[in-house]
């Protein structure tokens, strides 16, 4: 394995495009901050790891300028209920929960990061080195 000298000017560096790092890039950025993030893998993961985006992430994702299309990928989930052996413990409903997000949005994992990275490549095309 070769590694490549990279020449950086940045005020931060991010180790990792997943959801979390990019997320935090895109808010650096939304700021006025120079950021730079590196991801070891080559190519974007196509799997979800994650079930839902909640209130609090959506409203840093409306706050730079995310959200609606988060919102137009998305599914809403208002109410939730959990089971073990056919049998429900419980239920939960997000409907007393502060608007406007009462409500937990499924989107897959790969289309959260494409939007991310869309965003990111917007504003610095160099910002994301794999």
Do not use: W
């Not at 990279?6 to 901050?33: D, R, W, Y």
């Not at 979800?48 to 992430?57: K, L, Y």
């Amino acid at each position: 394995m070769t590694m490549q000298k990279l020449s950086l000017t940045t005020e931060v560096i991010v180790i990792g495009a997943g959801p979390v790092g990019m997320l935090l890039a895109c808010c650096l950025q939304h700021h006025g901050i120079k950021c730079v993030v590196l991801e070891k893998r080559p190519q974007p993961y196509r799997h979800t790891r994650a079930i839902g985006i909640h209130a609090p992430s959506l409203r840093i994702f409306e706050k730079i300028g995310l959200v609606a299309q988060l919102l137009e990928q998305g599914v809403r989930i208002s109410q939730g209920a959990a089971y073990s052996r056919g049998r429900c413990l419980g239920r939960l409903s997000f409907a007393s929960c502060p608007g406007p997000y009462n409500f937990v949005l499924t989107v897959p994992q790969y289309e959260t990061e494409r939007i991310l990275e869309a965003s990111l490549a917007a504003r610095d095309p160099a910002c994301l080195r794999r």
